[in-house]
């Protein structure tokens, strides 16, 4: 019963590399995004996709790309790392486009561009 | 666009004891649910409570209760006989439609102390 699964969990990056957070789940749920923490913040939306093959901007994208490889799978790349990329990730998914369907969270990755 | 508001970044409550979690929004929309969120220090993101737009009555879950008022905006949490476990961040969310996918907009969070 793994839900959604994010990988890696801690990452160190130097200013300047690139780097993909992959993000799996196993609902078999159409809708999937990512969000990023910083602190003192709530959670902020960057990309997200409603369905396999579609993919839409959030709050806060730039800096970031995504691809919805397949209906489990939604990764998150940084091409070009920037310290105030620092932050906590978040990938989502849920069974539906309607409102009253419940979204369900990974544990989240831990990123840190020194 | 939408925005969450959440006034109180602390708050500190005795075991047993009741408190709440005050939680505003802006939004020219009729429909959209609001969601309370418990962050612990793992930082998983716990769904504690839901409430729909349209619903006059006020959702209760267990010790957890919302006031909702739609008017006003408000959106407050009630937390009963208050256990050590409740410490935790509590994010008030909102939900609405974009005619793609439903996304979330989040406040910026409660930091709850429970104290013996």
């Known amino acids: 019963n793994a839900g959604v699964t994010q990988t890696p969990k801690f990452q160190v990056l130097k200013t300047g590399q690139s780097m993909t957070l992959q993000c799996a789940q196993d609902?078999?749920?159409?809708?999937m995004y990512w969000y990023r923490q910083d602190p003192g913040m709530g959670l902020r939306l960057i990309y997200y996709?409603?369905?396999?093959?579609?993919?839409d901007k959030g709050e806060v994208p730039n800096g970031y790309n995504v691809s919805r490889l397949n209906k489990r799978e939604f990764s998150l790349r940084l091409e070009s790392a920037a310290p105030s990329q620092t932050s906590v990730y978040f990938c989502?998914?849920?069974?539906?486009?309607?409102?009253?369907?419940?979204?369900?969270f990974g544990e989240g990755s831990w990123l840190t561009v020194v | 666009a939408q925005t969450v508001t959440q006034s109180q970044p602390e708050m500190s409550v005795q075991e047993a004891e009741t408190v709440t979690l005050s939680c505003t929004y802006d939004?020219?929309?009729?429909?959209?649910?609001l969601f309370w969120y418990k962050q612990p220090p793992s930082r998983q993101m716990i769904l504690v409570i839901r409430?729909?737009?349209?619903?006059?009555q006020n959702a209760t879950e267990n010790r957890f209760s919302v006031n909702f008022q739609k008017a006003a905006k408000s959106f407050s949490l009630k937390i009963s006989d208050s256990q050590l476990g409740d410490a935790a961040m509590y994010f008030c969310?909102?939900?609405?439609?974009?005619?793609?996918?439903?996304?979330?907009?989040f406040g910026t969070g409660t930091r709850l102390q429970v104290t013996l």
């Open positions: 969310a909102y939900r609405s439609y974009t005619g793609t996918a439903s996304k979330l907009t």
């Open positions: 409430q729909e737009a349209y619903k006059q």
């Open positions: 939004t020219s929309e009729s429909d959209y649910y």
């Open positions: 996709s409603a369905s396999e093959g579609t993919t």
């Open positions: 609902m078999n749920h159409n809708s």
């Open positions: 989502a998914s849920r069974t539906g486009t309607g409102l009253g369907n419940t979204i369900y």
